[in-house]
């Protein structure tokens, strides 16, 4: 890789696969950021939510750093995933769907020794006639639904879930578990009302042990930790727990290059739609990376990028392929055709540019796209 080159002492915007964007994403960070939440939890254990690629940063790598920091339980939200994970990581790491199964892909699951969570009667029957099948029990977890509706056995169904579990059945339950909808948050009263549910759930079906935490969930205390957190955002360095300082490490940095630069009067108009018109002469650089790249559209005239600390304001539309920046804040000649401006490091964190974007930095993560070179540390 010509990476290293330097042009005018800056790295080379160019890679030999062609790149003009680096995604960095540093799995040191990733692991003491796995550790932090380990030491947080004992004596209940981390697993990992590497689901969309482990939110967009390469599942497979995400995986194995944590398999090496200890971590064993590994929850995607698709079968799919699971199929493409499985053979990337050693065979006493769980890999869990979150989704559960679509009919049709039981008995493949069954094979791949891949965990279903079940979600719902129907597919509670399709496991059980997969286990029928097979002459084998087979293991599962289970989800309730708390609050949230939107995976996990309704209340309705739970009655006829236990009955089921009375007379006894070839699946093998491992643990249950619910999924908290306000954890970001900790002053939500929702909060509460979903761990009063999942206490009534626990006294109707006893002796199971309970995972019920993700990120936001790790940090609202000992009562939520059950025996199995499933973290996410948190590993990856986004903010679990909503306004407080974010006490997780970055983990993502990503420098794209500029294009072209160029001088402009007063009056000129810039990008789509002359949305932006010039209201004094500007120097703009036009940078390589646009909503194709997950550069959300709505930080049109909104976001900002870096370059040597400081700020570049994003100038007129957000394009599918480029953005462009008002550089007039920079010494002349300093930024030029070829150097790398900072989207993504130390002076704009992920929440950064979610708040400019109007999202969150879920969204940003798995939205960063495949266009970029990306870079394991
Ligand atoms: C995505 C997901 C998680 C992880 O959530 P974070 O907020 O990223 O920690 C945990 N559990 C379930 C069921 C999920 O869908």
Not at 78 to 88: D, I, K, M, S, T
Not at 134 to 146: H, Y
Not at 166 to 182: T, V
Not at 190 to 199: D, I, K, L, T
Request: proline share 4%; with cysteine; glycine share 12%.
């Amino acid at each position: 890789m010509d990476s290293d080159i330097l042009v005018s002492g800056i790295r080379a915007a160019t890679t030999t696969q062609g790149a003009t964007g680096y995604l960095t994403i540093d799995l040191a960070a990733l692991g003491r950021n796995y550790c932090k939440l380990v030491s947080m939890l004992a004596p209940a254990r981390a697993g990992a939510v590497v689901k969309a690629d482990a939110y967009g940063l390469g599942a497979e790598r995400v995986a194995r750093a944590l398999y090496n920091k200890g971590c064993r339980h590994f929850f995607v939200a698709q079968f799919v995933e699971a199929v493409r994970l499985r053979p990337a990581i050693a065979g006493d790491a769980q890999i869990f769907v979150l989704n559960g199964l679509q009919p049709g892909n039981e008995i493949a699951c069954a094979e791949m020794g891949v965990v279903p969570v079940l979600n719902s009667l129907a597919q509670w029957r399709q496991w059980s006639a997969a286990a029928r099948m097979l002459k084998r029990c087979l293991p599962a977890v289970l989800q309730f639904d708390t609050g949230m509706s939107r995976l996990g056995f309704p209340e309705q169904e739970r009655a006829e879930l236990a009955a089921a579990l009375r007379d006894g059945s070839n699946i093998e339950i491992l643990f249950i578990m619910s999924h908290l909808a306000s954890a970001d948050d900790a002053g939500s009263e929702q909060n509460g009302e979903q761990f009063a549910e999942m206490s009534r759930i626990a006294d109707e079906f006893p002796g199971f042990d309970i995972s019920f935490a993700n990120s936001g969930g790790v940090f609202l205390g000992d009562a939520y930790h059950g025996v199995l957190a499933r973290p996410g955002i948190a590993l990856y360095g986004g903010a679990p727990n909503g306004g407080e300082e974010n006490p997780m490490e970055p983990v993502v940095s990503l420098d794209v290059a500029v294009v072209q630069t160029r001088t402009v009067p007063s009056g000129a108009k810039v990008g789509y739609g002359g949305a932006h018109v010039a209201q004094r002469e500007m120097r703009l650089a036009t940078i390589a990376a646009g909503y194709a790249d997950g550069l959300p559209r709505c930080l049109s005239d909104r976001g900002a990028v870096y370059f040597k600390g400081v700020r570049l304001p994003i100038v007129g539309r957000v394009s599918m392929d480029s953005i462009t920046v008002d550089i007039s804040g920079l010494p002349e000649g300093t930024l030029t055709f070829g150097s790398l401006v900072e989207v993504l490091g130390s002076h704009q964190t992920l929440e950064d540019i979610a708040r400019d974007a109007d999202t969150i930095a879920y969204e940003i993560l798995t939205g960063l796209g495949d266009r970029y070179d990306r870079q394991y540390r």
